[in-house]
C-alpha cells in the first residue's frame, strides 16, 4: 500500500510558474509515478509520467516544452514545475502510481493507477 500525498497548488497569472509536490509513504522505486489533472466537467487527463528512479518520462503534448518532472528519490518525492502557465491548465492535479514500469501506449489511463493523492488545486488567470 502506498499513499500519496500532493502539495504546493495555488493561483497564478497567465505565463506564471508553479512547483507542486507529490510525497509517497515508501519508497516507490521502480515505479510509475505520474500526475493527471481533471478539470470540472472533463474527464482525468494523465500530463506527465516517470519511472521512479530513472531518466524516463512521458509527457501529453499539451504540456511538452512548458511542464518537467523531477524526482528526489531520497524523500519519495515527485516534483512537477510547471511553466509559462495557461488558463486551461486550471484544473485539480492529482498524484498517481502504479507498481508497473510506465509504457508510452498506456501510462495516461488512469484505470490503470491504483495509488492515487487527494489532489492539489491549480489556478490560472487570464
Known amino acids: 500500500q502506498v499513499t500519496l500525498v500532493e502539495s504546493g497548488g495555488g493561483s497564478v497569472q497567465a505565463g506564471g510558474s508553479l512547483n507542486i509536490s507529490c510525497t509517497a509513504s515508501?519508497?516507490?522505486?521502480?515505479?510509475?509515478m505520474a500526475w493527471f489533472r481533471q478539470a470540472p466537467g472533463k474527464e482525468r487527463e494523465g500530463v506527465i509520467s516517470?519511472?521512479?528512479?530513472?531518466?524516463?518520462?512521458y509527457s501529453s503534448d499539451s504540456v511538452k516544452g512548458r511542464f518537467t518532472v523531477s524526482q528526489d528519490a531520497a524523500k519519495n518525492t515527485m516534483n512537477l514545475q510547471m511553466n509559462n502557465l495557461k488558463p486551461e491548465d486550471s484544473a485539480m492535479y492529482y498524484c498517481?502510481?502504479?507498481?508497473?514500469?510506465?509504457?508510452?501506449?498506456?501510462?495516461?489511463?488512469?484505470?490503470?493507477?491504483?495509488?492515487w493523492g487527494q489532489g492539489t488545486q491549480v489556478t490560472v488567470s487570464s
Open positions: 498517481a502510481a502504479d507498481s508497473r514500469m510506465c509504457l508510452s501506449g498506456s501510462w495516461s489511463r488512469f484505470q490503470s493507477y491504483p495509488y
Open positions: 515508501r519508497s516507490v522505486s521502480s515505479y510509475c
Open positions: 516517470m519511472l521512479f528512479g530513472t531518466d524516463v518520462t
